[in-house]
């Protein structure tokens, strides 16, 4: 559970630092983005290995309605991150597209995962996301304007959000996790 832990605070330490910190990150430039990036490799290592390594009680168990649930927020969730690339329909209306990605794939991970060791996982990083968001929110208040967004962008955010959604499924079929119940 401590490797989950670091990792958590690895994760938010250097995607926060930007914000917490901004003459700081910015004086260094492109090495400072590789710090981040650097870090942000370790984070998800330390993570992955806590998560897989660790034993704790479990409080809830996954249900047919919940997988679908969970299913269903995942594809939403591909779409918000593929959609703010993109800069489709959604980015006009959802300011942080893909932090609102991270908050809705922890939530669809915790309907499902209700041992402790998801809970402190996917719990942890929801509650990054939601703080990065407050942070950005403070420092930036201001909104740009809603753009227009041609339909073949739509349609390629929706096209790359199933493309994901199928490999990342596979992934977890793969590794002996199956996303379908």
Known sequence: MILIVLGLALWAGSHLWKRMSPQTRAG?????RLIVAVASVIAIVLMTI???????PVYWGRTPAMTGINNLLM????????A????TWITGK??????????????A???VNGDLASIVLFGG?????VVEVIVINRAEPNRP????????????AVIAAVVAYGIVSAIHIWLGVNPFG
């Open 28 to 32: 260094m430039g492109d090495k400072g």
């Open 50 to 56: 806590g998560y897989r390594g660790a034993e704790g």
């Open 75 to 82: 594809l939403l969730a591909f779409y918000l991150f593929a």
């Open 84 to 87: 703010s690339g993109a800069k």
């Open 94 to 107: 959802v300011r942080h597209p893909q932090l609102t990605a991270v908050k809705t794939w922890a939530i």
């Open 109 to 111: 991970h915790l309907l």
């Open 125 to 129: 990083l929801l509650a990054w996301a």
């Open 145 to 156: 304007p809603a753009h227009p967004v041609p339909v073949k962008k739509e349609v390629t």
